[in-house]
């Protein structure tokens, strides 16, 4: 079983400042995690995914997450936000060995202010 | 472009009536996951086909029903439509290469209305 939460349903940054997006999962088996973005009327777009090499995960768009095991968690960071990266987040665990048959978190809705 | 095709893009029908969405996976993808985006229930995983035959099932109805064909495309047929099947449905395609996790790769979406 598997299962995840994304800590804030809403963030709310200014452009310029750091984003951080809390994501904690749980798997009865070594997971593989993503971060999916969507943008308004569009379709998911991966920004980066941890499948077992380093516990530090570089993205598209400055996008980064850490992966630590000791805390289940996979936060998605950014140092400065732009006001193109408003939009809704997924975390997703999936099992390593299928993709497809992935869990969604909820979603976090980021805005950015100017 | 994520080079997965999702037709229609929106669908409007009646309650009682049954639909048929369409996927085309990425060319060489031989996985295709179909998912539900609603508003109460956000993003969940319905069915995944893998080169023809099911591979693993999740919160699908009895209504709903899927299936790949020879070409790789899948379709999604939607039956005895209730209001509240009113949502978005995803497409993804994988390569799922040598058993190993890939991300998947999602088309546009098909928004379906129930009226």
């Known amino acids: 079983a598997q299962s995840v939460t994304q800590l804030d349903s809403h963030v709310s940054v200014s452009e310029g400042t750091p984003v951080l997006l809390r994501c904690n999962y749980s798997?009865?088996?070594?997971?593989?995690l993503f971060w999916y973005v969507q943008h308004p009327n569009k379709g998911l777009q991966l920004l980066l995914k941890?499948?077992?090499?380093?516990?530090l995960v570089k993205g598209i768009n400055g996008f980064e997450a850490e992966f630590k095991k000791s805390e289940t968690s996979f936060h998605l960071t950014k140092p400065s936000a732009h006001m193109s990266d408003a939009a809704e987040y997924f975390c997703v665990v999936s099992e390593r060995t299928n993709a497809g048959k992935s869990t969604f978190g909820d979603g976090t809705t980021l805005t950015v202010k100017p | 472009d994520s080079g997965v095709t999702q037709t229609p893009k929106h669908l409007i029908t009646a309650t009682g009536q049954r639909v048929t969405l369409r996927c085309s996976p990425r060319?060489?993808?031989?996985?295709v996951y179909w998912y539900q985006q609603s508003l109460d229930q956000g993003l969940q995983f319905l069915i995944q086909?893998?080169?023809?035959?099911?591979?693993a099932k999740g919160n699908i109805l009895e209504r709903f029903s899927a299936q790949q064909f020879p070409d790789l495309h899948s379709e999604l047929n939607l039956s005895s439509l209730e209001l509240g099947d009113s949502a978005l449905y995803f497409c993804a395609s994988s390569p799922q290469v040598g058993g190993l996790s890939t991300e998947a790769f999602f088309g546009q979406g098909t928004r379906l209305t129930v009226v």
């Open positions: 060319s060489g993808d031989l996985s």
């Open positions: 798997s009865s088996y070594s997971p593989s």
């Open positions: 086909y893998y080169n023809g035959e099911e591979r």
């Open positions: 941890y499948t077992s090499a380093a516990t």
